[in-house]
């Protein structure tokens, strides 16, 4: 059966969030599926470019489960070959960088006695918190 999908101020953010990580305008995207045919590594992903495009386009989070954004290897045939000239490379760059930044923190401020706190160099607690962003 075909999903309903409504349009509300959280698919709407959600899309403006990755338009404006990644800087391309992924409305734009016609959905002709030529990245999807010309990715070296289609074979491998749970959802193709263009879907991936199509599900951002409607500010599906769902899309942050694929692992797509992680198969891309940034190669640019996508972005040669789309008749848009849409970088699907900063598209996945931007998935990566929401996905990232939900675990932000690795460890639990409120964890640290505050008599030990003081006592850390600021850039173990840093490189603690920010751990998982790379
Ligand atoms: S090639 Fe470009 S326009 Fe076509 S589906 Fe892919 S991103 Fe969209
Ligand atoms: S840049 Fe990523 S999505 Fe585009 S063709 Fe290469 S691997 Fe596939």
């Known amino acids: 059966m075909a999903k309903k999908i409504k349009f509300t101020d959280k698919t709407t953010k ?17 959905q002709c599926g030529t990245c ?5 590594f289609v074979e491998e992903m749970d959802i193709n470019p263009s879907q991936i495009m199509r599900l951002v386009m409607l500010g599906q989070e769902e899309v ?6 992680w198969l ?6 996508c972005t040669i070959r789309c008749p848009r000239k849409l970088d699907l490379s900063k598209v996945s760059e931007a998935l990566r960088q929401v996905k990232l930044r939900e675990a932000v923190d690795n ?5 640290i006695d505050a008599a030990e706190a003081v006592k850390l160099p600021t850039i173990a ?10």
Do not use: H, W
Not at 64 to 69: H, I, Y
Not at 107 to 111: H, Q
Not at 125 to 134: E, P
């Open 64 to 69: 942050m489960e694929s692992q797509t954004m």
């Open 14 to 30: 959600f899309l403006e969030k990755i338009m404006d990580l990644s800087g391309e305008q992924v409305t734009l995207c016609e």
């Open 107 to 111: 460890i639990d401020i409120a964890e």
């Open 125 to 134: 607690l840093v490189g603690n918190f920010r751990k998982f962003t790379g």
């Open 72 to 77: 891309c290897a940034s190669c640019y045939t």
């Open 36 to 40: 999807s045919g010309g990715c070296p």
